[in-house]
């Protein structure tokens, strides 16, 4: 004899010989545990498979300093498009490159002692050409052009 009556959330489901009360709570616990996984397995791939990243946006033509303002070796941090760049000069040439690293998006910084753009998240290290050196980034850091008029310096996309 049945203690339960059909369609109450105790009866069995007459087949697996579980209770339907038993069947929510596993369902219930499952989906406590999916989005947790769907966090890591997100994080893996995007780890693995970075974003494509460029220069994003019209190409601006903006003074970002004075040829005065650096000596080579030097460099100038500056927002292009409200994104972080910096000016390298590079004995008497200029050069601009993104900051946002290539692999996972942290901003590098230009170390003038060894001449190296340097990732603080996963130790990429870019060269002044902003080609990658070392580490996980996948791709130079990307370049603006760079004018220099009448002791003026201007970049664009
Ligand atoms: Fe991973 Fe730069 S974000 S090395």
């Given at each position: 004899?049945t203690?339960?009556?059909?369609?109450?959330?105790?009866?069995h489901?007459?087949?697996?010989?579980?209770?339907?009360?038993?069947?929510?709570?596993?369902?219930?616990?499952?989906?406590?545990?999916?989005?947790?996984?769907?966090?890591?397995?997100?994080?893996?791939?995007?780890?693995?498979?970075?974003?494509?990243?460029?220069?994003?946006?019209?190409?601006?033509?903006?003074?970002?300093?004075?040829?005065?303002?650096?000596?080579?070796?030097?460099?100038?941090?500056?927002?292009?498009?409200?994104?972080?760049?910096?000016?390298?000069?590079?004995?008497?040439?200029?050069?601009?490159?993104?900051?946002?690293?290539?692999?996972?998006?942290?901003?590098?910084?230009?170390?003038a002692?060894?001449?190296t753009?340097?990732?603080p998240?996963?130790?990429?290290?870019?060269d002044?050409?902003?080609?990658?050196?070392?580490?996980?980034?996948?791709?130079?850091?990307?370049?603006?052009k760079?004018?220099?008029?009448?002791?003026?310096?201007y970049?664009?996309?």
């Amino acid at each position: 004899m049945t203690a339960h009556k059909q369609g109450s959330p105790s009866a069995h489901d007459g087949k697996t010989g579980i209770t339907r009360r038993e069947l929510l709570v596993n369902v219930l616990v499952g989906l406590t545990f999916l989005g947790p996984l769907a966090t890591v397995v997100y994080s893996a791939v995007r780890y693995l498979i970075p974003p494509a990243q460029g220069i994003k946006g019209a190409a601006e033509h903006l003074q970002v300093a004075l040829v005065s303002d650096l000596t080579a070796g030097q460099s100038k941090d500056f927002l292009y498009n409200d994104a972080p760049y910096a000016l390298l000069r590079v004995g008497e040439e200029f050069r601009a490159f993104s900051k946002i690293c290539t692999h996972l998006g942290c901003v590098v910084q230009w170390k003038a002692d060894d001449q190296t753009f340097r990732c603080p998240c996963h130790a990429a290290v870019f060269d002044a050409n902003g080609a990658v050196i070392s580490g996980p980034a996948p791709r130079p850091l990307p370049r603006l052009k760079v004018e220099v008029s009448a002791g003026k310096v201007y970049v664009s996309g």
